[in-house]
């Protein structure tokens, strides 16, 4: 049977990773909704796409691009460009400082493409087939006359070859490419994030002097202290059973609020009703940004001054506690080593570490009614 002094060290220093993980993923996404992280990579997987080019093969190089304000998308003439400039796409950015959207649907994408291929100057009921063909034969679209990538208009030549010319056929064809290529534009995502994590959680971990290797030597030596920290952990994990939801659906309201645009957005026609809809849409999205904005600010100071606060009094690490860290240290290299330990944790992020809690709690629980059913007997 699994020790329970051990056992009460590993859930005290996962509910510490928890809290503070917690902390750097409130952080990340106020600084991934500053600066339009979201954007950035769905831009970058259109530009792979249209221009069959991978411009950020270097992760750190890609990572500060998420830093810059501009976009990384293509030149003035290429395909990415002018699909960017499409009004549905256009009309979707937040704000001047975030041009571009966050999220877009495949039916979105898919029209887009359509009508980049087929040209402006399009009559209903006009038969758009013949147009799509010759833009694919000239390789250059007929909506803003850009050159289409060799490869990529090799792969638009297939699937259009495959829909054997019908129109609505193909644009199932590139709702599937679009779907295919956001699976993995999903995985661009979290492995940028992980490495932004783990620079944030080294900054809280040597601001709030979060020292791994401490903190388990103070929870071996002191039962008191590893009771005071579980039950801590087990009230904190009863007050958010559906800790997904609760903290971490500001994506997912990402995402309803571009749909929601997108479903207002200006088509076809550029009319101007169109516009004031969309101005409308655009102004209530722009605010409901800033809305999230506010609530993770505001998470991220409870969090703080509640939950963190107290569990670093209880196990004594936090600002206050440099002068008595470094005053038994025997060297600044053990500290950086339990700061680059924890940092190491906080970039697995909080639904690893709440998971585990759970899970920690969970066989605590069936050991001690183990342990009373023997104490019964």
């Known amino acids: 049977m699994l020790n329970s002094g051990v056992l009460d060290v590993v859930t005290g220093l996962v509910f510490i990773f928890l809290l503070y993980s917690l902390l750097a993923t409130l952080v990340q996404e106020i600084i991934a909704t500053n600066f339009g992280f979201r954007s950035k990579i769905l831009e970058r997987a259109v530009f792979r796409m249209l221009e069959d080019e991978n411009k950020f093969e270097s992760r750190f190089k890609s990572i500060f691009y998420l830093f810059k304000r501009s976009g990384n998308g293509g030149r003035a003439n290429s395909a990415t460009n002018t699909f960017y400039k499409h009004p549905l796409i256009r009309f979707l950015g937040e704000n001047d400082g975030h041009k571009k959207p966050s999220y877009i ?11 980049l291929l087929r040209g402006e100057n399009v009559k209903p009921g006009d038969d758009v ?16 006359k850009a050159g289409i990538n060799e490869a990529t208009n090799s792969y638009l030549s297939s699937i259009w070859t495959d829909a054997k010319g019908d129109v609505e056929k193909f644009r199932e064809y590139l709702e599937n490419w679009f779907d295919l ?4 534009a999903s995985g661009w995502y979290k492995k940028h994030v992980q490495v932004i994590l783990f620079f944030i959680g080294f900054a809280i971990a ?8 401490v903190i388990v030597d103070k929870l071996e030596k002191d039962p008191t202290l ?4 579980v039950q ?13 939801d609760q903290i971490f659906n500001q994506e997912k309201e990402i995402k309803d609020l571009d749909t929601k645009t997108q479903a207002n957005g200006v088509l076809a026609n550029d009319s ?54 470094f005053h038994k240290m025997s060297c600044f290299i053990k500290s950086l080593i339990g700061w680059l330990i924890t940092a190491l944790a906080l970039s697995l992020g909080a639904p690893f570490w709440f998971d585990i809690l759970n899970k920690l709690m969970k066989l605590r629980s069936s050991i001690s009614t183990e342990k009373s059913e023997k104490n019964d007997i």
């Open 105 to 115: 649907k495949k039916e979105t994408f898919a029209k887009v493409m359509i009508d």
């Open 206 to 213: 040597v601001i709030f002097n979060v020292d791994t290797i």
């Open 129 to 144: 087939a013949p147009l799509i063909q010759q833009s694919l034969e000239a390789k250059r679209t007929s909506w803003g």
């Open 272 to 325: 101007l009703k169109d516009k004031l809809t969309q101005a409308k849409d655009n102004l209530e999205k722009y605010n409901s940004i800033q809305t999230l904005r506010n609530r993770l600010l505001n998470r991220a100071d409870s969090l703080i001054n509640i939950d963190i606060h107290k569990a670093n009094d209880i196990v004594g690490i936090g600002i206050n506690s440099y002068g008595q860290t």
């Open 232 to 244: 801590q952990a087990d009230v904190f994990a009863r007050a958010y059973p559906n800790l997904d």
């Open 226 to 229: 590893r009771e005071q920290l």
């Open 181 to 184: 290529t956001m699976d993995r």
